[in-house]
């Protein structure tokens, strides 16, 4: 099973549509982050928690929310999708708790979303 | 404006021979990079990281290099296997970015039998 599960992988919507996307790890990390990719562009970060009482904002915060449930569980939500939207969304988990730490982010499969 | 930059959106090399991507970056409060791998429908994962410590870092098949003067890095895969085929980020960070990275846009390498 993976480390970092995000659910759904795949989900098509209609513009104005509610959206959540769900992540939960099981690393035991206290770092969670949402990043979009969009072709030409790499991955830009939408929003991060490094512990379940902070939460803050990233480079493309507008139009997206978060809730830190649990350490485990980080969910991105649209409250309303619109077409630029659609992209391939990706959850990461870090630890720089780690005596080893890089600086690595450890990153789900991804979750495609469409905004028709 | 993009800050870390991979001009070269694709690359082809034959198989045994060295892979070289390129990575370039504007803020020169980046003092850390890392380089990232993703196959196609998952997640990026670690491939190797450099500090601005130090000018090389090598482990195994791959080295990065990094030029400070020249905000520049790269990436060299020797010998190349088809089974690196993938596409490669390039993340920075520093103080600024609270721990945080940027990413370039990616650089897709085929590496042909």
């Known amino acids: 099973d993976a480390d970092v599960t995000q659910t759904p992988r795949n989900r098509i919507t209609k513009t104005g549509k509610r959206i959540m996307l769900e992540c939960s790890q099981t690393k035991g990390h206290d770092r969670m982050y949402w990043y979009r990719q969009d072709p030409g562009l790499g991955l830009r970060l939408i929003y991060y928690?490094?512990?379940?009482?902070?939460?803050n904002k990233g480079e493309i915060s507008d139009g997206y929310s978060v809730s830190r449930q649990a350490q485990a569980k980080f969910s991105l939500s649209l409250e309303s999708a619109i077409p630029n939207q659609t992209a391939l969304y990706f959850c990461?988990?870090?630890?720089?708790?780690?005596?080893?730490?890089?600086?690595?982010?450890?990153f789900g499969e991804g979750s495609r979303l469409t905004v028709l | 404006d993009q800050q870390v930059k991979q001009n070269s959106p694709s690359l082809s090399v034959q198989e045994g021979r060295i892979s070289i991507l390129n990575c370039d970056y504007t803020?020169?409060?980046?003092?850390?990079f890392l380089w990232y791998k993703k196959y196609p429908a998952e997640g990026p994962t670690f491939l190797i990281s450099?500090?601005?410590?130090?000018d090389k870092n090598e482990d195994g098949r791959f080295t990065v290099f990094l030029n400070k003067s020249a905000k520049h890095l790269s990436l060299h895969i020797v010998p190349s296997q088809p089974g690196d085929s993938a596409v490669y980020f390039c993340?920075?960070?520093?103080?600024?970015?609270?721990?945080?990275?940027?990413f370039g846009p990616g650089t897709r390498l085929s590496v042909l039998p």
């Open positions: 928690s490094f512990d379940v009482k902070d939460i």
């Open positions: 990461a988990t870090s630890d720089p708790q780690s005596g080893r730490y890089t600086g690595e982010l450890f």
């Open positions: 450099i500090s601005s410590i130090k």
């Open positions: 993340a920075a960070s520093g103080a600024d970015y609270g721990q945080n990275f940027v």
């Open positions: 803020n020169s409060m980046f003092d850390y």
